[in-house]
């Protein structure tokens, strides 16, 4: 004999989000339950996708009936449904859904369709099931998990699912009042306690982690301030050795050794005076060799100036009187005369 199942809990603000990470998973999902065939989970049916987060549109739906939500407000009406195992077997996958999407309407048509954030069919685990999570409004305008699903609201719901849906294909509904659980609400509760459990060891991982960095820059620290305290003693003692130098600067010269000291300042005085005077010659040496520098300098550059006049000028005779200038460059040689060896005087 198989059974339509339908079980509800009730989630408050924080346990939101794994559920939904949960209840929306793709491939990538890595999850505590071992149950999952990965390379099932692109088959999930989703009746209806919000496009943000469960949190986000259901903080949008409570304001768009202008309820109020409180720190210990049940946010979530999460739903598990299904039927007996053994009832899916052989069942063809568009039976499947047609079965699922009859509880869907059953559900938006009783607590309106706007009132449910996530409706996902899991066929990647062993038995097909529907997580349908809705935001509990009340009267249609109150945020109240416990007036909408009472004991006796939840009484008349399993009775209206099993005669609207359940009837038609084939299904049973559990004894009225029995407080007998269906094998697969115990699965999806241990399920769900291996989903917390799971989340428990990410966060001491994550702890443990955040205790190893603090700890790794508790030691930066420490030895930022060793290496401060190093400076430091450095810097001391750079200021004592400046100390003992101006100390010594500015006591006075002890009458013993008084002379000796003197005497060497006198020597050294005499040096520096010596070596003055040899750089004041070699200063005069080399001013005078540069002031003849300048003067050849001065004349060669006067007698270029005439050279280019000069050239300048023959240029000119050769322009106006070529005969004239040929006969200055190419002189004419004048003829010899014999001498006749008489002389007058």
Not at 94 to 119: D, K, L, P, S
Not at 224 to 252: F, H, I, M
């Given at each position: 004999m198989s059974y339509?199942?339908?079980?509800?809990?009730?989630?408050?603000?924080?346990?939101?989000?794994?559920?939904e990470k949960e209840n929306e998973r793709d491939e990538q999902y890595n999850?505590?339950?071992?149950?999952?065939?990965?390379?099932?989970?692109?088959?999930?049916?989703?009746?209806?996708?919000?496009?943000?987060?469960y949190l986000t549109y259901i903080k949008q739906r409570v304001k768009e009936v202008g309820a109020r939500i409180k720190k210990d407000s049940v946010l979530l009406s999460s739903w598990v449904i299904t039927a007996s195992p053994e009832w899916f077997k052989g069942m063809r996958p568009e039976h499947i859904q047609e079965y699922f999407r009859e509880c869907y309407r059953f559900f938006a048509e009783?607590?309106?369709?706007?009132?449910?954030?996530?409706?996902?069919?899991?066929?990647?685990?062993?038995?097909?099931?529907?997580?349908?999570?809705?935001?509990?409004?009340?009267?249609?305008?109150?945020?109240?998990?416990?007036?909408l699903f009472d004991?006796?609201?939840?009484?008349?719901?399993?009775?209206?699912?099993?005669?609207?849906?359940?009837?038609?294909?084939?299904l049973k509904r559990g004894e009225k009042g029995s407080k007998t659980k269906h094998l697969d609400v115990a699965e999806y509760k241990v399920k769900m306690a291996e989903e917390k459990a799971a989340e428990i060891t990410v966060a001491c991982v994550e702890a443990e982690q955040g205790l190893a960095n603090v700890k790794a820059e508790k030691r930066n620290t420490e030895k930022e301030v060793e290496s401060l305290s190093t400076q430091k003693e450095t810097l001391t003692k750079e200021v004592d050795d400046l100390s003992?130098?101006?100390?010594?600067?500015?006591?006075?010269?002890?009458?013993?050794?008084?002379?000796?000291?003197?005497?060497?300042?006198?020597?050294?005085?005499?040096?520096?005076?010596?070596?003055?005077?040899?750089?004041?010659?070699?200063?005069?040496?080399?001013?005078?060799?540069?002031?003849r520098e300048a003067k050849r300098a001065d004349q060669a550059e006067r007698s270029n100036?005439?050279?280019?006049?000069?050239?300048?000028?023959?240029?000119?005779?050769?322009?106006t009187n070529p005969e004239a200038y040929n006969e200055l460059m190419h002189p004419t040689p004048k003829p010899r005369v014999?001498?006749?060896?008489?002389?007058?005087y």
């Amino acid at each position: 004999m198989s059974y339509i199942i339908c079980n509800e809990k009730k989630i408050k603000h924080d346990g939101i989000p794994p559920v939904e990470k949960e209840n929306e998973r793709d491939e990538q999902y890595n999850g505590a339950n071992k149950n999952i065939d990965h390379s099932r989970t692109g088959n999930n049916i989703r009746f209806v996708e919000r496009g943000q987060s469960y949190l986000t549109y259901i903080k949008q739906r409570v304001k768009e009936v202008g309820a109020r939500i409180k720190k210990d407000s049940v946010l979530l009406s999460s739903w598990v449904i299904t039927a007996s195992p053994e009832w899916f077997k052989g069942m063809r996958p568009e039976h499947i859904q047609e079965y699922f999407r009859e509880c869907y309407r059953f559900f938006a048509e009783r607590y309106g369709e706007e009132n449910i954030v996530g409706a996902v069919v899991h066929l990647d685990e062993t038995t097909p099931h529907m997580h349908l999570n809705m935001v509990p409004i009340y009267q249609g305008h109150r945020l109240c998990c416990k007036h909408l699903f009472d004991r006796v609201a939840l009484r008349k719901l399993q009775t209206d699912i099993y005669e609207q849906v359940g009837k038609h294909w084939g299904l049973k509904r559990g004894e009225k009042g029995s407080k007998t659980k269906h094998l697969d609400v115990a699965e999806y509760k241990v399920k769900m306690a291996e989903e917390k459990a799971a989340e428990i060891t990410v966060a001491c991982v994550e702890a443990e982690q955040g205790l190893a960095n603090v700890k790794a820059e508790k030691r930066n620290t420490e030895k930022e301030v060793e290496s401060l305290s190093t400076q430091k003693e450095t810097l001391t003692k750079e200021v004592d050795d400046l100390s003992e130098v101006k100390d010594a600067a500015t006591c006075p010269i002890p009458v013993v050794g008084k002379t000796s000291v003197i005497t060497s300042l006198r020597v050294e005085n005499a040096k520096l005076k010596q070596e003055n005077a040899d750089l004041s010659k070699r200063l005069d040496v080399a001013m005078t060799e540069t002031l003849r520098e300048a003067k050849r300098a001065d004349q060669a550059e006067r007698s270029n100036e005439a050279g280019k006049k000069a050239l300048d000028k023959l240029r000119e005779l050769e322009r106006t009187n070529p005969e004239a200038y040929n006969e200055l460059m190419h002189p004419t040689p004048k003829p010899r005369v014999k001498s006749t060896g008489n002389f007058k005087y």
